[in-house]
């Protein structure tokens, strides 16, 4: 199977998914994978970045060696497609401490810019709560990005940085 001939092309649900087990029979082919993500080669990189969301929910043990490579992807100038999918997977991944840095920096400067996805924004508020989590010094901070964002987000992004919200007064009895 020629992987990149797919994602380069019109590539349906079936193809996708069809993607999905290739990689799975091929695990070896991952690293390659990653590194078409990350050259940003218009929609295949996106289509790809979804291939490897599905991957991820089927089989994540396969991209758990990768996670690193995988937040790496974010320091290249990805679609927002791209992103989308990987802070997506980063939701439920083990995070690597030494990428905790970056994480926090960049998760905080997507959830800060009303001109990002709302994808994007609601999947960094579930990251960043994680990380907060593991770094209580970060609470005040992502406390006061939550409320900033309420007043004029989504009805879906409204919800999900009240969830968080509650846990964090709940967590930290504020």
Known sequence: MNWKT??????????????????????????????Y???????GSSRSAWVLT?????FPHLLHPYISDIIQILTQPVSEGTQRSIIRILQYSELPEEEDGFLVEYLFSKLIDPKQAI????????VLGRLVQKYPDLHSEFKLCLEALIPNASSGLKNR?????KQLNKDYII
């Open 161 to 165: 940085a009240t969830k968080y919200l």
């Open 6 to 35: 797919i994602v380069n092309n019109t590539m349906s649900k079936e193809l996708g998914q069809g993607l999905v087990y290739y990689f799975a029979e091929n695990p070896d082919k991952i690293p390659e994978f990653l590194e």
């Open 54 to 58: 599905h991957i991820w929910d089927k």
């Open 37 to 43: 993500i990350a050259s940003n080669n218009g929609k």
């Open 119 to 126: 994808a994007i924004r609601a999947f960094s508020i579930a």
